[in-house]
């Protein structure tokens, strides 16, 4: 949410220690969303292998939220 709160959830045996893991969402708008995936992921002893989107919103860059968790981040467009 980029104005507001909420949170995201996943059961703790989502993951296993060491899982790679891509994150797919449709929009990459600021980023929120998909960090705090990442970070749920890397609190489970998983790593973030990267994240793919269909259409991303460049001008509000949530690409650059991203980068720190992987610097593989794909959109429908890069194609």
Known sequence: LEYGEAEI???IDSINNGDNVLIHDDLL??????KAAAQLIN??????AG???LV????LKGRKTL?????KIVNIADF
């Open 9 to 11: 959830e996943m059961h």
């Open 29 to 34: 708008a600021t980023g929120g969303t998909a």
């Open 43 to 48: 609190e489970l002893g998983g790593k973030v």
């Open 51 to 53: 994240f793919s989107f």
């Open 56 to 59: 991303e919103l460049s001008f």
């Open 67 to 71: 980068q720190p968790h992987s610097p």
